[in-house]
């Protein structure tokens, strides 16, 4: 089988990859942080590029939202263009009042009652850590640049939360008080990354707090937080 979604040669895709789920977001890094970027993918404007980041060659390449289409995406990454590291940078809203709109979070691994892991491979498992050796260099990096960040689990929904009460999902979660933040993609990633025997992180920006809904971030903060987030990633991931 010949992939289907990303579809450029190998040797177009760096074996690390940043993957924001916006695509737009995809072509703004390509354009301010990496040199001599190229697109090399457009499937369903899905974009793609590669460049050099330090003289060291990363790809960044949207993964569109939800748990389905980060699986695709990620899939594709590892098993096809023989991609080692991942990690994947986006939005996220709070579930614990420690957590502020703004901070930027690093997961500890996913909790998840999606199907998506007993369909792919029959796999039970709620939760699912992230690589501990790239968190390791991303909070070591973090400490190294002077970049604030929150270390803890995620819990990964099916649902935006934003639109409705999702409470009632952690019934089952043994951990649901540790849970800090909560996202759209980041089990499906994990888990196709411990499918293919490969690395996967998550770093989270905290665009909304239920326990201060009356904050927003502005576009001004917003735009510096993702930057020093986007920074962090770019700067782990070549170590």
Not at 40 to 45: K, Q, S
Request: glycine residues 8%; proline residues 4%; hydrophobic residues 40%.
């Amino acid at each position: 089988m010949e992939p289907v979604h990303i579809v450029t040669d190998k040797a177009n895709i760096a074996p690390i990859v940043l993957l924001p789920g916006d695509p737009l977001r995809a072509k703004y890094i390509a354009e301010n942080f990496l040199e001599d970027a190229v697109l090399v993918n457009t499937i369903r404007n899905m974009y793609a590029y590669t460049g050099t980041y330090k003289g060291v060659r990363v790809t960044v390449c949207g993964s569109g939202m939800g748990i389905p289409s980060v699986g695709i995406y990620a899939y594709e990454l590892y098993h096809f263009y023989d991609v080692q590291k991942i990690i994947r940078i986006g939005t996220s809203g709070a579930l614990s009042p420690n957590v502020n709109v703004g901070d930027i979070v690093l997961s500890a691994g996913c909790y998840s009652i999606s199907t998506f892991a007993f369909t792919w491979s029959k796999s039970k498992d709620r939760f699912i850590e992230s690589s501990s050796t790239l968190n390791n260099t991303i909070s070591n990096t973090a400490k190294e640049l002077n970049i604030p960040i929150q270390y803890g689990k995620t819990f990964t929904s099916d649902v935006f939360d934003v639109y409705t009460n999702i409470d009632h999902v952690f019934g089952g979660c043994e951990f649901k008080d540790e849970l800090l933040t909560c996202e759209m993609e980041g089990f499906g990633l994990m888990h196709v990354a411990r499918v293919e025997n490969k690395e996967a992180g998550l770093l989270m920006t905290v665009s909304d707090s239920k326990f201060t809904p009356d904050v927003i971030i502005s576009p001004e903060d917003r735009q510096t937080k993702l930057n020093d987030m986007i920074r962090l990633a770019l700067e782990s991931i070549i170590k």
